[in-house]
């Protein structure tokens, strides 16, 4: 299969599938996100939709932004759905009724990932369907109106967590989803970020060609639950990669390799001090917040040199 | 002709989706299982079909995987029962709003709390209103007729609707009884060739599936199930008429047995019926002349036909093998009231709960009902409406 260049030049010759004139709010992370990881297919690709932003606003009867199949069905069960779909595709492929070749992509938020429809994602990677689940992050119920979601960064202010004068906003870790995905023994695992183009884009192709069920977790601000400018998704997402709370690396045959090593390690503060989200952890009686969330960050990003290090040896 | 078999509910069904050969089936076994989709894995593994099956996490997802394979465009099964059913309850409109005909098989148990996993109708009257067909199977013959002709029906152009096919948990689907298959070629032959509507795997035509619809448009696609609803008795009809051909059985939207020229009669579903039937026919021999009402299509019920076949009877005695908590009657007896509300003379009613969670139905229960029916009958006077039999006080 013949392989389009990873440049603008070329990429701006293929189709955009997620048309314009969707109503995903101004400056939304996650149109990008998809619009890359489309863009990123050599193959005709068959979707599913979790219930939330990108869904309501992307197929509104009777218009959709889809120019491939797609489907929506539940909020909890776009993996699912997503495997019925490519096993009746083995189906009909095995009976001689079907010969091209077509892939299979999930997209889900973090609610749909990382909790409701956490159990339908694990139950689908272990069957081994070959598809793609791509969680687009942007760390609570966006949708719904910010709520918090196991996906919330410690410390933020959400609606159903908010920075009161008891409890100051979520005070968990968010969980590690693309840990506990790699952890499933599936063949490839990822985080991406619409800030490195180029590095998502390349993931979505290599996770394309390898066989079996792949996960990727592609981090996509949200300005209205992050209250930050409308204009900064692609400056926040690449200050999460570059202060390293959320880095770009991959799972591979359960290898892991960190894609993008930031020049220099940035403070979280940077991340942390746009969103209104933090704001109150940056009061002097909070100030054990911003400690605790460096710490933590370091601690992961220790971790996760430690493990690539591991594999390189490996 | 096929052959004569002696098999459980559970082999019988299986045997006729194996013989349907459907495209892909996807299984879960929550608590209660039954055997059905093991025998089917059986026949995947074993190369006797060309089904891909899906081995789910639970039964939302298998649903929510039957929802995906059938858009994709196929030939799409699952089962179920009680437990299982419920935990699809969000789906089950899903499937039906997106008017995917899968065809699925359910082994009637009660629900819980408290735990029971016995015989009775709670799950499939938990479904009743999700926008399915529901066709009710008495024994292990009409279950296994019921679920080969559920496909032409829910596939039928006209309809394009998921359906269920019911049977009485243990006392059908694990009890052994003499049945006819028909030929493989005979079942084949009969729901034919599936054709896709809109299939997602036409990636030259890219549809969208499940789109929001707000106050502007929703109302209307409700208004459009509604509508398919009511063609279902006619291909119903239609499709029994072709199976008669080959199977030699009649079918019809209900049973009824002695009911034309009878002051009382029972309406019953399912197993039961069967045990209510010798008791009629003792009432018979009495010179009592005693009928019954056996619904089959349950969902979308046949109103105007069931309202016209019992109109003439003086008193009439509606079984439920479930209770609806709240209302004012078991879910049956309501339908049934409707379908006699409309007729200025019409049976004194009266509802009966029995044989919940497996609770054995008994011919001595049978005959205490249509000995109370007796005395309605003759006295117009009636002492309690709705009562629980075959239960400790």
Not at chain 2, 178 to 199: A, H, Q, T
Not at chain 2, 363 to 372: K, S, Y
């Amino acid at each position: 299969m013949a392989t389009t260049p990873l440049t603008l030049r070329e990429l701006s010759k293929k189709e955009v599938l997620l048309t314009a004139g969707h109503r995903m709010c101004s400056g939304c992370g996650a149109p990008p996100v998809v619009k890359m990881v489309l863009l990123a297919s050599e193959y005709p690709v068959v979707a599913a939709n979790a219930t939330g932003c990108l869904e309501v606003c992307t197929c509104i009867s009777e218009y959709t932004a889809w120019k491939i199949p797609w489907i929506h069905s539940a909020f909890e069960n776009a993996a699912a759905t997503i495997a019925g779909v490519e096993t009746m595709y083995r189906s009909l492929k095995k009976q001689g009724k079907i010969d091209k070749e077509i892939k299979f992509i999930a997209f889900g938020g973090d609610g749909g990932t990382y909790d409701i429809g956490f159990q339908s994602l694990s139950g689908a990677m272990e069957r081994g369907h070959d598809m793609l689940y791509i969680c687009y992050d942007n760390g609570a119920y966006m949708n719904t109106g910010i709520q918090r979601s196991s996906a919330t960064p410690f410390g933020a202010d959400t609606t159903t967590c908010p920075a009161g004068s008891v409890v100051p906003g979520k005070l968990q870790k968010r969980k590690d989803i693309t840990k506990i995905m790699a952890a499933h023994g599936i063949p490839y695992a990822a985080q991406a970020s619409p800030s490195h183009w180029q590095d998502l884009m390349k993931k979505v192709k290599k996770a394309l060609e390898i066989k079996g069920p792949k996960f990727m977790n592609i981090i996509a601000p949200c300005n209205r639950g992050w209250r930050s400018a409308t204009d900064d998704a692609i400056l926040l997402s690449r200050l999460a990669v570059e202060t390293c709370y959320f880095p770009l690396y991959e799972v591979e045959n359960g290898a892991t390799k960190i894609t993008v090593t930031p020049r220099e390690k940035k403070p979280l503060v940077d991340f942390l001090k746009p969103q209104g989200r933090f704001k109150h952890m940056f009061a002097p009686e909070n100030e054990w917040m911003l400690k605790q969330a460096q710490e933590d960050v370091d601690k992961e990003w220790e971790k996760l040199q430690r493990e690539a290090k591991a594999s390189e040896v490996s | 002709m096929g052959k004569v078999v002696a098999v459980t509910g559970n082999e019988a069904v299986a045997e006729a989706l194996r013989q349907v050969n459907p495209d892909v089936c996807a299984a879960y076994p929550i608590t209660p299982q039954t055997d059905m989709m093991q025998r089917f894995g059986s026949f995947v593994n074993n190369g006797k079909v060309k089904t891909e099956i899906i081995l789910t996490e639970s039964e939302h997802s298998s649903m929510s995987a039957c929802v995906g394979a059938s858009a994709a465009g196929g030939r799409v099964i699952t089962a179920t029962s009680s437990q299982g059913l419920a935990l699809m309850f969000e789906i089950l409109f899903i499937a039906s709003g997106t008017r995917l005909p899968i065809i699925m098989p359910v082994v009637n148990r009660a629900l819980s709390a408290p735990l029971n996993i016995h015989g009775d109708h709670s799950d499939a009257m938990g479904a009743r209103d999700a926008g399915w067909i529901q066709l009710w199977s008495e024994n292990t013959q009409e279950a296994y007729d019921n679920t080969i002709q559920a496909f032409r029906i829910a596939e039928h152009p006209d309809i394009r609707l998921p359906a269920m096919v019911c049977l009485d948990g243990f006392i059908i689907s694990h009890s052994i009884e003499r049945i006819e298959y028909l030929d493989d070629n005979e079942v084949s032959n009969f729901v034919g060739e599936y054709k896709p509507v809109n299939p997602m795997l036409d990636i030259e035509h890219p549809v969208s599936y499940g789109p929001l619809i707000l106050p502007d448009y929703y109302m209307e696609f409700r208004k459009a199930h509604d509508a398919v609803m009511s063609k279902v008795s006619k291909v119903v009809l239609d499709v029994a008429k072709d199976f008669e051909k080959i199977s030699g059985r009649k079918y019809g939207l209900f049973e009824t047995y002695r009911l034309e020229d009878a002051d009382i009669g029972i309406v019953i579903l399912n197993s039961a019926a069967g045990t209510t039937k010798d008791v009629i026919d003792e009432f018979r021999e009495k010179g009592i002349k005693a009928g019954l009402l056996k619904p089959r299509l349950y969902r979308p019920f046949p109103y105007k036909e069931i309202g016209e076949a019992l109109k003439h009877l003086k008193a009439v005695c509606v079984l439920d093998r479930a209770d609806a908590f709240g209302a004012s009657h078991g879910p049956l007896y309501i339908d049934i009231a409707s379908s006699l509300y409309p007729y200025e003379k019409r049976p004194i009613l009266i509802n009966k709960i029995y044989g919940l969670g497996g609770r054995d139905y008994m011919p001595g229960h049978a005959e205490l009902v249509l000995n109370e029916l007796v005395e309605i009958a003759k006295t117009g006077k009636i002492n309690v409406v709705k009562e629980y039999i075959g239960v400790r006080e």
